[in-house]
């Protein structure tokens, strides 16, 4: 089962995205607790019409990520 502060971090961290997007899902070892130090965080973001370049440039806009 996935820690409440992982949805937490998870929800805040996509704050800024939740109005564009029909959901965010998390998969991988989080959610079925397999996980170690050393894995990731697996997350899908369900963009519905939206094109993965107009999410991705929200990312840039945001200053999340680098180009």
Do not use: P
Not at 15 to 29: A, D, T, V, Y
Request: negative net charge; glycine residues 6%.
């Amino acid at each position: 089962m996935v820690e409440e502060t992982m949805k937490r971090q998870i929800s805040q961290d996509f704050e800024f995205l939740k109005c564009h997007l029909q959901g965010i899902l998390l998969f991988g070892s989080y959610t079925d607790d397999s996980y170690t130090i050393r894995s990731d965080v697996d997350i899908c973001l369900v963009a519905g019409e939206r094109s993965v370049k107009e999410i991705f440039n929200m990312f840039l806009a945001e200053g999340v990520t680098e180009k």
